[in-house]
């Protein structure tokens, strides 16, 4: 279970990040476009992640990765 939290605590960067920019006044001149921006990137890289998944379990055959999934029901 430690490896789960650790995945949603993980899962968290984005919005500090977006957070933390905004409170020291560096979002830019367009913020909205910067968030949005920002917010599609990480969409992007969690995306590939979890796409990389299968096959990675299936070159190296380690199966932890199957631990963390979260059921859908």
């Known amino acids: 279970m430690p ?3 650790v995945v949603f605590v993980a899962m968290l ?3 500090a990040r977006i957070v ?3 409170v020291t006044d560096r ?3 367009n913020p909205i476009e910067f968030i949005t921006c920002s ?3 990480w969409t992007l890289v969690y995306l590939c992640i ?3 998944i299968t ?3 299936r070159m ?3 199966r932890a990765s199957l631990r963390s999934r979260v059921s859908g029901a």
């Open 3 to 5: 490896a789960k939290i």
């Open 13 to 15: 960067f984005p919005l």
């Open 20 to 22: 933390l920019f905004g």
């Open 27 to 29: 979002l830019g001149a």
């Open 39 to 41: 917010t599609g990137l």
């Open 50 to 52: 979890t796409l990389a």
């Open 55 to 57: 096959p990675v379990r």
């Open 60 to 62: 190296t055959g380690i």
